[in-house]
């Protein structure tokens, strides 16, 4: 375990009103505590880094907002032994497998269907699967794991400034009940502010992209909806007529929901501002042109005001301080990608900062993050862009749009190139995706599953420490794995898989292996065994953890 001093250097904030201040010491400092904070502190704790989170709500989410959860973000959680209980709220949320479709109104005429049923065509490829879960609900599960685990949670604190060295940072926050104020001296930052980030504007780090598209509006509200569903299992519904566009999430047992509104009147000529003269009467308005129902009881409870955008920050780290989630990248809910980009975000810094702060890698390992997430976001802010364009805001189409790529390969298919995963000759090329389906256990893209025994996936073989799976044949691994573990001081598991399929989906012969990342990520390959294994594995460990003699 971390011991929360290691390399503190307390008072070394100039400002000297902080210096006056109380003083408590953290490896890492999160600021925010929604989403993808809370998903940082968690991941931190699970690789022994316990974090001081600092939010300036008073618990965690009051509105539904995310819900759908992709593939990718279920396996990280799964790591984290959450994945079962994330399973069972979603079923009393929501009915599974549902569709993604477009409407004029809810109670008239169907215009397309995107996706039939939420699962259908990717349950081989994952141990888990695609599910609904609001925010409401998934945050107090992190929440309750990340107490277990022992995270330094402070609601109702808000961090006013910050400042930091050559060996840290040093915020100033406050309690906003009791405005006690103290600072928080932490080797590292980070930044899951949200899409406001004010940190982020303090770095002054642009974001860049395609801008706000409109003022939209949430809507959430009570109605007997069951009559108007039909019967049809409607993950989300698009709407779309010439009163409005938007869409509708609604929830079991039918009878709560929200409709989002981003554009009125004239599609091609739209009003994008909604938050311009908004009052009740409005919203039932607006749900009623949405649902196409005029007799219907609705009662609206609440309205959310936020920017429809397509925007990634042009750096995610500044020194010792790291944008995640919404202060990294917006992008319009289409396609249900923004949380999900941040919890994985997470998931790959925390790994980082940890291995950083353990020992176990050098600090080039957290230069790695940027290059490896901001290339992901980017890639999956235009999809969402590209989605909301042709699904819903034909007027944006200026030519510009990138052409729409398959969703699971978003989800699963993204390639990282860093200096964390040794390259090889044949996959020197800069694709960002590739499909999943081809995909051959490549240095940068995700290990692929296969169930080894029933429950038991390759995947549950990573979370933690670096995993070699060698193929039936291979004989030195064992000998090599103790040859790096030795010298590195890092732990590393060997796998021997016997699965048939194994040799074909990591692209390696019987004598081969592939190195794979904490975060279940190829590092490295040896296609076979080759003379001496000790020496290439021993050299791509240490390449993919910075260890490289300099
Ligand atoms: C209608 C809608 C539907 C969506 N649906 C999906 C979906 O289905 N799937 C999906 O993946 N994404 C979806 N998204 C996107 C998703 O909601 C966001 O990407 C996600 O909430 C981002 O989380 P975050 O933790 O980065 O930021 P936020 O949720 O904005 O949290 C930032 C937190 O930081 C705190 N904070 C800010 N400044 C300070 C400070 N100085 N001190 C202390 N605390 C501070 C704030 O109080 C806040 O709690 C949707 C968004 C909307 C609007």
């Known amino acids: 375990m971390i011991q929360s001093h290691i390399g503190i250097n307390v008072g070394a904030a100039r400002d000297p009103e902080a210096n006056a201040l109380p003083t408590i010491e953290t490896p890492v400092l999160v600021v925010g505590g929604s989403l993808v904070g809370m998903s940082a502190a968690v991941f931190l704790s699970h690789h022994g880094v316990r974090p001081v989170v600092v939010e300036h709500h008073r618990g965690s989410a009051i509105h539904p907002r995310a819900a759908l959860i992709t593939q990718r973000s279920m396996e990280a959680f799964r790591t984290l032994g959450i994945e079962k209980i994330i399973?069972?709220?979603?079923?009393?949320?929501?009915?599974?497998?549902?569709?993604?479709?477009?409407?004029?109104?809810?109670?008239?005429?169907?215009?397309?269907?995107?996706?039939?049923?939420?699962n259908e065509g990717v349950r081989d490829v994952s141990p888990t699967v695609r599910l609904f879960i609001t925010q409401k609900l998934l945050e107090p599960l992190l929440q309750k794991r990340a107490e277990e685990l022992g995270v330094d949670l402070r609601f109702a604190t808000e961090m006013i400034s910050f400042e930091q060295d050559s060996t840290g940072v040093t915020a100033v926050v406050r309690h906003r009940d009791t405005s006690e104020s103290y600072t928080i001296r932490a080797r590292y930052l980070i930044a899951a502010d949200g899409p406001r980030s004010s940190i982020r504007e303090q770095l002054r780090i642009p974001i860049e992209g395609r801008g706000i598209l409109s003022h939209s509006i949430t809507i959430y509200f009570r109605a007997p909806l069951a009559p108007l569903l039909r019967g049809r299992n409607l993950s989300v519904i698009l709407v779309s007529n010439p009163a409005l566009r938007g869409f509708f999430r609604i929830e079991r047992p039918f009878e709560t929901g929200f409709l989002v509104v981003n554009t009125t009147g004239d599609p091609a000529h739209p009003n994008e501002d909604l938050w311009r003269g908004l009052t009740n009467d409005r919203c039932i308005e607006y749900l009623r042109a949405a649902l196409g129902d005029d007799t219907i009881p609705l009662v609206v409870d609440d309205v959310m005001k936020w920017n429809a955008r397509a925007d990634v920050a042009s750096r995610f780290r500044e020194g010792r301080v790291f944008l995640a989630g919404d202060a990294a990248h917006v992008m319009p809910?289409?396609?249900?990608?923004?949380?999900?980009?941040?919890?994985?975000?997470?998931?790959?810094?925390?790994?980082?900062?940890?291995?950083v702060l353990r020992g176990w890698a050098g600090e080039g390992l957290l230069s790695t993050y940027e290059s490896e997430r901001r290339p992901v976001a980017s890639l999956t802010t235009e999809q969402a862009?590209?989605?909301?364009?042709?699904?819903?805001?034909?007027?944006?189409?200026?030519?510009?749009?990138?052409?729409?790529?398959?969703?699971?390969?978003?989800?699963?298919?993204?390639?990282?190139?860093?200096?964390?995963?040794?390259?090889?000759?044949?996959?020197?090329?800069?694709?960002?995706?590739?499909?999943?389906?081809?995909?051959?256990?490549?240095?940068?893209?995700?290990?692929?599953?296969?169930?080894?025994?029933?429950?038991?996936?390759?995947?549950?073989?990573?979370?933690?420490?670096?995993?070699?799976?060698?193929?039936?044949?291979?004989?030195?691994?064992?000998?090599?794995?103790?040859?790096a573990v030795e010298r590195l001081g890092v732990p590393l598991e060997v796998h021997p898989i016997r699965?048939?399929?194994?040799?074909?989906?990591?692209g390696v012969s019987g004598t081969g292996a592939a190195l794979v990342r904490p975060d279940g990520f190829v590092a490295w390959r040896a296609r076979s065994g080759g003379e001496s294994p000790a020496v290439s594995l021993f050299g791509a460990l240490s390449a993919v953890l910075d260890r490289q003699p300099r």
């Open 87 to 118: 399973r069972d709220e979603s079923e009393k949320q929501f009915v599974q497998d549902g569709a993604v479709m477009a409407v004029e109104t809810l109670a008239g005429k169907e215009l397309a269907w995107f996706i039939a049923n939420l």
């Open 333 to 355: 809910p289409y396609g249900g990608y923004g949380g999900n980009v941040g919890i994985q975000d997470a998931h790959g810094l925390a790994r980082k900062l940890a291995y």
């Open 385 to 483: 862009f590209t989605r909301y364009v042709t699904r819903e805001a034909r007027y944006l189409d200026r030519g510009n749009l990138e052409p729409q790529v398959e969703d699971l390969n978003i989800e699963l298919g993204y390639r990282y190139h860093s200096s964390a995963v040794v390259p090889e000759a044949e996959a020197t090329n800069n694709r960002t995706h590739e499909n999943l389906r081809e995909s051959t256990g490549h240095p940068g893209t995700r290990a692929p599953h296969l169930w080894l025994k029933p429950e038991v996936s390759t995947l549950d073989l990573f979370g933690r420490n670096f995993a070699l799976l060698t193929g039936g044949e291979g004989k030195g691994w064992p000998e090599a794995s103790q040859f």
């Open 499 to 506: 699965h048939a399929g194994f040799c074909d989906r990591y």
